[in-house]
């Protein structure tokens, strides 16, 4: 049984950082993708960022290009998603999310099979 468990959300002022984790468990995640998705309230989930766990090549939206960076460790079965330079309308529950297989880059979350339980990211203006 695939688990994915957020942490590392919290309060930030616009122009902070913060980084998320997201630990991942009960299976080889060699062959998946890992993605991070986000939603705000009454606005549907959207993609942010996704990564080849065996590659380790990413892909991100346009909205955070530049300011996000996702990565992981191997040892730690553990995803990240770094954000800088953050603005107000990033203020989202942010979700991890795991896709078995590593041939595309999916960016809606109906082709991501197991999602954390989400941590909220607030950025105040």
């Known amino acids: 049984q695939v688990q994915l468990v957020e942490s590392g959300g919290g309060l930030v002022m616009t122009g902070g950082s913060l980084r998320l984790s997201c630990a991942a468990s009960?299976?080889?995640?060699?062959?998946?993708?890992l993605g991070w998705f986000r939603q705000a309230p009454g606005k549907e989930r959207e993609f942010v960022a996704a990564l080849s766990w065996s590659h380790g090549t990413t892909y991100y939206a346009d909205s955070v290009k530049g300011r996000f960076t996702i990565s992981r460790d191997n040892a730690k079965d553990t995803v990240y998603l770094q954000m800088n330079s953050l603005k107000p309308e990033d203020t989202a529950v942010y979700y991890c999310a795991a896709d078995p297989q590593s041939r595309y880059f999916y960016t809606v979350p109906q082709k991501y099979n197991y999602w954390g339980q989400g941590t909220q990211v607030t950025v105040s203006s």
């Open positions: 009960g299976s080889t995640f060699s062959s998946y993708n």
